[in-house]
């Protein structure tokens, strides 16, 4: 039996994590159960370890969705729980902040990571890092069911612009807005559609702003939605952009990707290791509220780059579909189940 420890919240308006899409898929070749959908941290945390002390004995092997920030001592908790039991254990790193928190944890880190059965990253960009730091990690990237994404193929740009993601301070949606500010100025029909669940308080921060600034004409914000309705609605819109300032590898972009989106992002984290510069998407650096702009508009300007892009994009997104990255998936759990 496996056990998969992560963040089960999308009952309580989260965007669902990896695990909620992860389990069911190996669920048809192994037993494994997920934990926890309590949304209190110090609550999950019991609830994870409760579960693993309830099925100690029949487990082969615990994965866990490792995050950098607070809930980087789950991580570390079920570590020392699986080294006590002798359990084998695979942390699978999410999220930009890391490189920090080896920095400030090193010690823990380094219990955590060299005495895993395996590291998996689904980044490229923490597999080097974590190797440049002396750390065996295996490159698995998440994935999408690219049936799921009808694909439209761009071949123009209006100034219709599509956001995807939680409201979240480190997804900096306040940029987002600042660029719709500016875009108004030069275009009086731009729009900007901002989807995804209230997190830290942002989501009040964006509709104070957008009061102040009189573009309750100009933007939208739908709220959680799921997501045979958010990418019905993505059909409206031109271009995806990206705003957060830590990032491995963002389902939602992938998503984006999927769906033909010219996308123009931060180059934060895992970002360049997922989007290729002016190939299939466009890069800028974080918090660069007029390179946003340079870059919306040369998509407004150039049909045939946002035709390139778009074609480019989908290519990539189909490389990530569960058919090819099921298989890595695997490589890695069948032996780990055989011991």
Request: net charge positive; aromatic share 12%; charged share 25%.
């Amino acid at each position: 039996m496996i056990l998969y420890a992560g963040n089960i919240l999308s009952k309580h308006g989260f965007t669902p994590t990896v695990i909620e899409s992860l389990t069911p898929k190996l669920s048809e070749r192994y037993a494994i159960i997920s934990v926890s959908d309590k949304k209190n941290q110090i609550l999950r945390m019991l609830d994870m370890i409760y579960i693993f002390l309830k099925y100690r004995k029949k487990l082969k092997l615990v994965l866990i969705d490792s995050y950098s920030m607070k809930a980087f001592w789950f991580t570390y908790i079920l570590a020392v729980l699986c080294r006590h039991f002798e359990i084998p254990y695979i942390p699978i790193l999410h999220g930009g902040g890391y490189p920090d928190r080896l920095k400030s944890s090193p010690e823990k880190c380094s219990f955590i990571f060299k005495n895993s059965y395996r590291n998996i990253s689904p980044s490229v960009y923490l597999k080097e890092f974590f190797e440049e730091k002396g750390f065996k990690v295996t490159y698995i990237p998440n994935f999408i069911h690219i049936n799921n994404y009808k694909y439209k193929k761009r071949h123009s740009a209006g100034p219709n612009i599509l956001w995807v993601r939680s409201f979240h301070e480190t997804y900096n949606p306040m940029l987002a807005v600042e660029i719709l500010k500016e875009l108004v100025k030069k275009y009086p029909d731009a729009k900007l559609c901002m989807i995804g669940p209230e997190n830290d308080g942002t989501l009040n921060r964006v509709k104070e702003e957008s009061v102040k600034c009189n573009l309750n004409g100009s933007l939208i914000i739908t709220g959680k939605l799921s997501r045979k309705e958010w990418t019905d609605t993505s059909a409206g819109y031109d271009i995806f952009i990206n705003t957060t300032n830590y990032d491995n590898q963002p389902v939602s972009v992938i998503e984006a990707m999927a769906l033909g989106f010219p996308i123009i992002s931060t180059n934060v984290g895992g970002i360049p290791f997922l989007i290729t510069d002016k190939k299939d998407g466009l890069l800028v650096p974080p918090e660069s509220r007029e390179k946003f702009i340079e870059e919306i508009e040369k998509l407004i300007a150039d049909n045939k780059l946002v035709s390139e892009i778009s074609a480019n994009a989908r290519k990539k997104a189909e490389e990530l579909d569960w058919a090819h990255v099921k298989h890595k998936w695997f490589e890695v759990l069948d032996p780990a189940l055989k011991n």
